[in-house]
């Protein structure tokens, strides 16, 4: 008996603990640069900003790589789902670095990082579509940071997180 009301009292909110700081800290979201019903246009044959927005939804100050440099430049990628099923992703291309460092960015709780996205030259953008036009596919945004010795040392969140899925029309 005084084994169970160990656990219960001591042994149980550790747990509890533990698997709220599993949660990842922060939302993802894409947001459209323009208000309407109608779908976001995403054009990968001329390229139309929108945005993707990372939230710390924790209660503490958050640090991210700052996207500037190396260790950020790849975190954010996208998945686009078309109508068969099949799946690609577009990540930035990778780019050699002339000024680098390990540089972060403090995020408060609440707070956001915006970035602008635009499928321009810096990005891979190489799946040959079939269909010329506006087509409708999902979107999702990816924020990708990798569990290693920088993130540890610089104490940055590491680990995956996704948006959820937007209609949007694609245009090629």
Do not use: C
């Not at 109508?83 to 992703?89: A, E, I, P, Q, V």
């Not at 010795?149 to 610089?154: E, G, Y």
Request: proline content about 8%.
């Amino acid at each position: 008996m005084k084994t169970l009301l160990f656990f219960a009292f001591f042994l149980l909110p550790l747990s509890l603990v533990h698997a709220e700081d599993s949660k990842p800290p922060f939302t993802l979201e894409i947001v459209s640069s323009k208000s309407s019903k109608d779908p976001q246009i995403i054009a990968l044959d001329k390229p139309v900003d929108f945005n993707v927005v990372l939230t710390n939804s924790s209660g503490k100050p958050q640090p991210i790589w700052d996207y500037a440099y190396s260790w950020g430049y790849q975190n954010i990628s996208f998945e686009f789902t078309m109508s068969d099923g099949k799946k690609f992703l577009i990540s930035k291309l990778p780019q050699g670095f002339t000024r680098n460092g390990q540089s972060t960015f403090l995020i408060p709780p609440g707070g956001h990082q915006e970035y602008v996205i635009r499928f321009d030259k810096e990005w891979a953008t190489t799946p040959d579509f079939t269909q010329k036009g506006e087509t409708p596919v999902l979107l999702k945004a990816i924020y990708t940071v990798p569990n290693d010795d920088d993130s540890s040392n610089f104490r940055v969140w590491a680990g995956r997180i996704e948006s959820k899925e937007y209609k949007v029309l694609l245009s090629q």
